[in-house]
């Protein structure tokens, strides 16, 4: 819970620039940065030295890779 903790002012530079002038560039860096991020966790979903094998770590990490993917489709359809 201490690593969600640190990650919160990464979290508000990027939803600042959500709002910004570059928002389309951010959210398809963001969409992918999620998509990877997920399939990497699930790639290392048994290595003996990841530390992100509990239910609150999964509950984030996942769902935001899906709703990445659902949101790049989405964008594509435009």
Do not use: C
Request: charged share 10%; proline share 4%; net charge positive.
């Amino acid at each position: 819970k201490i690593f969600t903790f640190i990650h919160l002012p990464l979290y508000t530079i990027i939803l600042s620039l959500l709002f910004s002038q570059y928002q389309t560039i951010i959210f398809w860096f963001l969409d992918l940065f999620l998509i990877i991020h997920a399939i990497l966790h699930l790639f290392f979903e048994k290595h003996p030295r990841n530390g992100f094998k509990n239910t609150f770590s999964r509950s984030i990490i996942y769902p935001m890779g899906i709703l990445a993917v659902i949101h790049l489709l989405l964008l594509f359809k435009k």
